[in-house]
């Protein structure tokens, strides 16, 4: 039941024909480059990731091999097959009696015993269950016909029809068995074992065919597919449980690594990481813990190099440690200068125990008010605090900040006054100098010893500002206002003469700034119109370059206020002159009162005033506490109340 195959039906054997039931894999799919990105949390978690690639590498693994296997599988089956049919159809033919065959020549002839005997021999001969059929074909020139159909029913008519002749049946008919796979006809495509018939002269008269459905091929091949999905789909789903357990651990030991790290990212440096595991995980978790204690190593020595330095300067040298050698640039900046009145007096009332917490923190009370204006401390000397505004970078409105400062260094002195009198302790009185210029700042000293450093006369004029100051006074030069512009209002000026300049300078009181009017600076109120009228001796003498002088002048008080008063004595006092006083009071002396004369004339011994005044006439002056003892400013309080008319 074949035909001669048409010229796209040429034979092939089981190796060469690899499209017949090729099994298709998919590959697993790829993850994108334009997959999402974590945020806080993972859309594609690593886990995932873990599971689908060693699932997917399973999988195609077992295809690859599973392929591979199938084609090995069919091709030995294929070749076990035509071994069987080949050997079938050359012992199939040589039991047919050639001359038989040879002699049979019409359709009539079908009906001969021997025919009919032959074509019963063939039916009982093939017993393979593979086989679908087995017929005898002659030849004519070079075309093929029926002989003897083995089919039951229906078999088909004696040399009818003609088939074009197929290679491998022509080299059959030559004498030679041979094997054609997917003959095609009209009932289907066939694997076909070809033997030749031979009479007793080894003339070949016919050709004995042993035909196989080819659809045995698809029906092994898909049998032998559904195994291998299968197996692929168990081998990666076992994979992908397998991967996403040991991803699972590992993505844990990551995820907390990173939970550390966002702690750490946040400021928080105590983390330390459980090593648990002796490799690459475990080294990036010590790797880490190294990391962090270089990082809390680096805080520590930047708090505490910050402390002696400003924290601008403190981050740059750590960033930069180039920034340490010596040397310097000239930079223009405003220079604040502070300094306590009468702080060496009450040191010496005061135990270090009390002492040292006392100013630590007033300086840290300070050290808070220059930071939020954008000021750098440059250092601390006793009680004095040098403060740079500039010095890290030059600014439009470093000296309006720096007058910022100072009023609100004042204010918040008052409030850390409040603080000490509930405690028990007395008042602290402070005065602010600023100036603006041209100064070297950076590493000032050795290779082996050095500070950071501003230096140039306007440090020392500064200085020099800060000792014409009272309790709660900013004073500040001419060049400093004209930077800080008319937001400052000031009373003044003042004219002195300081050590070092040829011209008198001319100096400035801060009362307030123009956009916080109700911000007053607590020392402008000078307390001259809640004097009282008094007469009280007194001793003064003279505070030169921080020495009290041993010579005393004889003073009478005769107005007297909380925060000052009115002295009348024989010797010549300047403004600005520092002053130790000894007060006497009628229940007795109050010691070491210090004090700053802010106006002072000469006046007629009629208690008149002016220039040529006759033989006898003493000095006024008026004079601003600097520093009275607790004691003794309870009890100025007391009398000044008792005087004051109600």
Excluded at 327 to 353: H, K, N, Y
Excluded at 396 to 413: H, I, K, W, Y
Aim: proline share 4%; with cysteine.
């Amino acid at each position: 039941m074949s035909a001669a195959p048409n010229a796209s039906d040429s034979s092939k054997g089981p190796a060469d024909d690899p499209a017949a039931g090729a099994p298709v894999v998919d590959s697993p799919p790829q993850s994108g480059g334009t997959e999402a990105r974590r945020s806080r949390r993972l859309r594609f978690p690593l886990w995932m990731r873990f599971g689908l690639l060693f699932g997917g590498l399973v999988s195609g693994m077992l295809a690859a091999t599973g392929f591979l296997d199938l084609q090995d599988e069919r091709g030995r089956a294929s070749a076990e097959l035509r071994q069987r049919q080949e050997g079938l159809a050359v012992a199939l033919a040589s039991a047919i009696d050639g001359e038989v065959v040879d002699a049979w020549s019409s359709q009539a002839d079908t009906q001969r015993a021997d025919y009919l005997q032959i074509r019963r021999n063939l039916r009982q001969g093939w017993t393979a269950a593979e086989v679908s059929w087995v017929g005898i074909y002659g030849r004519s020139d070079d075309r093929t016909f029926y002989v003897l159909d083995s089919s039951e029913t229906d078999p088909l008519a004696y040399r009818f029809p003609y088939f074009d002749m197929s290679p491998q049946m022509e080299r059959a008919f030559d004498g030679e068995p041979s094997f054609a796979v997917g003959i095609k006809d009209e009932w289907g495509r066939w694997d076909c074992a070809y033997a030749p018939i031979k009479a007793g002269s080894g003339h070949v008269v016919g050709v004995l065919s042993v035909e196989v459905d080819s659809a045995w091929r698809e029906a092994f091949t898909q049998r032998k597919m559904r195994q291998l999905i299968w197996r692929a789909v168990a081998a990666s789903a076992m994979a992908f449980l397998v991967a996403l357990l040991l991803a699972r651990t590992l993505v844990r030991r990551i995820e907390t690594l990173a939970q550390a790290a966002r702690r750490v990212a946040r400021g928080q440096l105590d983390q330390h990481v459980e090593i648990h595991t002796h490799d690459e995980v475990g080294d990036l978790a010590q790797a880490f813990n190294q990391m962090v204690k270089a990082m809390r190593e680096r805080n520590l020595m930047r708090d505490a190099f910050g402390r002696y330095v400003s924290p601008e300067l403190a981050q740059q040298l750590l960033a930069d440690p180039t920034a340490l050698k010596p040397g310097g640039q000239e930079r223009r900046l405003t220079v604040l200068m502070s300094d306590l009145r009468g702080f060496s007096a009450l040191s010496r009332r005061l135990s270090p125990a009390r002492m040292v917490p006392l100013l630590n923190a007033y300086l840290e009370r300070m050290g808070e008010v220059i930071d939020a204006h954008d000021g750098s401390v440059n250092e601390y000397f006793g009680d004095g605090i040098l403060a740079l505004f500039g010095a890290h970078g030059e600014a439009p409105d470093d000296a309006l900040r720096a007058v910022r400062c100072a009023v609100a260094m004042q204010r918040s002195l008052e409030d850390f006054n409040e603080e000490l009198e509930r405690k028990g302790l007395s008042r602290l009185e402070m005065g602010i100098g600023l100036n603006t210029g041209t100064v070297i700042v950076g590493n000032i000293g050795s290779t082996h010893h050095a500070k950071w450093g501003v230096v140039g006369d306007a440090v020392n004029m500064a200085a020099r500002v800060e000792t014409f100051t009272v309790g709660g006074e900013v004073l500040l030069t001419e060049e400093t206002l004209a930077e800080a512009g008319e937001q400052v209002v000031t009373r003044g000026p003042i004219e002195v003469r300081v050590k070092g300049a040829l011209d008198a300078l001319q100096l400035h009181a801060v009362i307030s700034l123009r956009d916080a009017p109700d911000e007053v600076v607590p020392g402008e109120v000078r307390a001259v119109a809640d004097f009282v009228p008094v007469e009280l001796e007194a001793g003064v003498a003279r505070i030169v370059d921080k020495q009290v002088l041993p010579s005393r002048l004889r003073a009478r008080i005769v107005a007297l206020g909380t925060r000052g008063a009115t002295v009348c004595l024989s010797g010549e006092l300047a403004v600005f002159d520092d002053l130790c006083l000894r007060i006497l009071l009628p229940d007795g002396p109050i010691e070491e009162v210090y004090a700053k004369v802010v106006a002072s004339e000469e006046t007629a011994p009629d208690g008149g005033a002016g220039a040529g005044a006759s033989e006898g006439s003493e000095h006024r002056a008026i004079i601003r506490f600097t520093s009275v003892p607790p004691d003794g400013r309870r009890r100025l309080a007391a009398l000044t109340e008792r005087e004051r008319p109600h």
